[in-house]
């Protein structure tokens, strides 16, 4: 699964391809902001470096550079490849948080040394990517076929001379998780068809349901588990967030970034929402103590439910359909041209994000395949959640990942995303209004942006 990112420093190269403020026009991505990864990784180092042509019995090594819980691994897809070619040896080294593992990538591709023969490049960094780091990566349009991915998913990581340096792993269709039994005790209807009709359409319904929440639901508990988590889905599904088409950077003067944040502050104010910052140890409690009522739930969500909660929450869950569609999360395999196996690493990366293996992966990993020849498998449409019982996950996700609009994405996207959440309407739960939390919000993020 592929949860929220840390911002950072970011290390520019002048070897990529030159695009002036160059801003990719696709489909909505919303994975953006503050988070710890999920997953059971090794976050003991940054440095994705240790390729060698040799693996064990003179095998061909191909190594894999990744951060949080791919799932590749875990799904038995390097096995199942090994078996196909037994000349193949893959291994792969993990770090747990994007935020510690993108910066020594960059720096990694900008020294052209020390990378893995593939590494992996979080949806919220992919702009930058193919804008300054292009020339380092193998072209995959030879071994990827465009057809099988997703539209916006294939131009998301591909440059405007048409050079595609990644292939997509997972996307992110943005739904609603909520409680059953929560919803059933506040006197609101618990079935999925109509619990999406309460708010089908308008954020502002889904922030009235919460209204509707508060008055009779359980003290002690909240609507929202996060005001970070009511701001990034409202702006996942907005064509228009951070920077226009021309590549300026528009947050400040945009009515749909001022909407959202000011809708969370309300909500915040009221008495909606936790305030805890996601995937963050005091919201993992809020998790297994049944604090909040509902979530915003991209697929890996499920997982990441799954993992915090208590045994007893198992099936209490049920999963709606979000007001408006968007997209949470996605990530992509690229092929440095300095590695030994370029030719072996893409043909891997090719068959680790084919339509089959991406159907596999969300069947064990909760992974939301890219590729929309796997939405017709069985692996997809039978897929259930323990969490969620008998919710048919697949189609509801297939469902949301068809009407995804399309995104104009900037590169330091993730620093945007990161400042209103992490230092903006998190603020309003702590006392300060909306106008304060917007102010140094919009503070911090010019101070990283150096505007």
């Known amino acids: 699964m592929r949860a929220r990112t840390l911002p950072h420093s970011r290390l520019r190269s002048s070897g990529g391809t030159p695009i002036a403020r160059r801003v990719v026009v696709l489909a909505a991505v919303a994975s953006l902001g503050a988070g710890l990864l999920a997953g059971c990784a090794d976050d003991g180092g940054d440095d994705p470096s240790g390729s060698s042509s040799e693996g064990g ?31 193949i040896d893959i291994q792969q080294t993990v770090v747990e948080r994007n935020e510690n593992y993108y910066p020594a990538l960059v720096n990694h591709l900008t020294t052209n040394s020390g990378l893995q023969d593939i590494q992996m490049v979080e ?17 995959l349009s030879k071994y990827g076929k465009e057809s099988d991915y997703l539209d916006w998913k294939w131009k998301q990581a591909t440059t405007t001379d048409g050079q595609t340096i990644g292939l997509g792993t997972d996307v992110g269709p943005m739904a609603i998780c909520y409680r059953k039994d929560m919803f059933e005790a506040a006197g609101l209807p618990t079935d999925r068809e109509e619990v999406g009709k309460l708010w089908a359409g308008s954020w502002d319904k889904f922030v009235d349901v919460g209204k509707q929440y508060k008055e009779k639901g359980a003290k002690g508990t909240t609507f929202l588990d996060s005001p970070g988590g009511l701001i990034q889905a409202i702006l996942s599904g907005e064509k228009d967030r951070f920077y226009n088409a021309s590549g300026d950077v528009i947050y400040k003067t945009n009515p749909a970034v001022k909407s959202a944040f000011d809708l969370t502050a309300q909500a915040a104010e009221d008495g909606l929402i936790g305030n ?20 915003s739930c991209p697929p890996w969500m499920l997982g990441y439910i799954k993992g915090k909660s208590k045994e007893d929450a198992a099936g209490k869950w049920d999963i709606a359909q979000a007001p408006k569609s968007g997209n949470w999360g996605g990530s992509f395999l690229a092929v440095p041209k300095s590695g030994k196996n370029t030719e072996e690493a893409a043909k891997l990366a090719a068959w680790l994000t084919a339509p089959e293996q991406q159907a596999k992966l969300f069947a064990v990993q909760g992974s939301f395949p890219s590729t929309p020849a796997a939405y017709e498998s069985t692996e997809v449409t039978s897929a259930k959640n323990d969490m969620t019982g008998d919710a048919p996950i697949g189609t509801i996700f297939a469902e949301a990942a068809e009407n ?23 603020l309003v739960t702590q006392g300060k209004s909306a106008k304060e939390a917007w102010d140094t919000a919009t503070k911090t993020i010019d101070n990283n942006l150096d505007q």
Do not use: C, R
């Open 57 to 87: 019995g003179g095998k061909t090594k191909i190594t894999l550079g990744l951060f949080g819980t791919a799932g590749f691994e875990e799904s038995g897809l390097y096995k199942e490849y090994e078996k196909l070619h037994p000349d």
């Open 123 to 139: 949806v919220g960094n992919i702009a930058e990517v193919v804008e300054t780091q292009s020339s380092k990566l193998l072209d």
């Open 276 to 295: 805890q910052t996601q995937f963050q140890p005091a919201w993992d409690t809020t998790i297994a103590n049944s604090k909040f009522a509902a979530m």
């Open 404 to 426: 995804i609009p399309v995104q104009t994405i900037g590169p330091k996207d993730q620093i945007i995303q990161q400042g209103l959440t992490d230092n903006g309407v998190i």
